[in-house]
């Protein structure tokens, strides 16, 4: 796996909307490569092998051959399954966002149901100590539910 690097920024709702976009609007897929004999590669439209012999619906792109023929293979394939690829990453980091916030709601109300707990405990169920734990857990309450605290 390739490490993240540190000056990548995180993703934005709008470059995500952006990323989203471009792939919704490119060229179905599946998308392929092919190699001509002087080592261009070439990115293709739904390649498939017919009785005529090979067809597609039309070419992607086409990746010079300035580069090593690996190289370009790399690239080629690269640009090939970005296709898919994005796509299902972008899925996945919506399951990932969505499991997120369930975890995070989770343990917002558990930490609330915690100082309600503490607060019945204390000595003095209406002192002082208690009634900050219950203000502490309607603020997380609150928080859940995307209310503003009181100040």
């Not at 792939?23 to 092919?34: N, Q, R, S, V």
């Not at 009785?51 to 039309?58: A, L, W």
């Not at 086409?62 to 972008?90: C, G, I, Q």
Request: glycine share 4%.
């Amino acid at each position: 796996m390739t490490a993240v690097p540190e000056s990548a920024a995180r993703l934005s709702p709008e470059r995500e909307a952006e990323i989203a976009a471009r792939a919704e609007a490119a060229t179905p897929g599946p998308w392929g490569t092919y190699r001509d004999l002087d080592a261009v590669y070439t990115i293709q439209a739904r390649p498939r092998t017919t009785r005529d012999g090979m067809e597609n619906d039309g070419d992607i792109a086409t990746l010079p051959a300035d580069r090593t023929d690996a190289e370009n293979y790399a690239n080629a394939t690269f640009v090939a399954r970005a296709r898919e690829d994005v796509p299902a990453l972008l899925a996945e980091l919506a399951v990932v966002r969505a499991e997120r916030d369930q975890a995070r709601e989770r343990a917002l109300r558990e930490a609330a149901d915690h100082f309600v707990r503490m607060a019945d405990r204390e000595p003095d169920p209406h002192g002082y100590r208690a009634r900050v734990m219950r203000g502490a857990a309607n603020d997380i309450r609150r928080l859940i539910n995307g209310e503003e605290a009181p100040r």
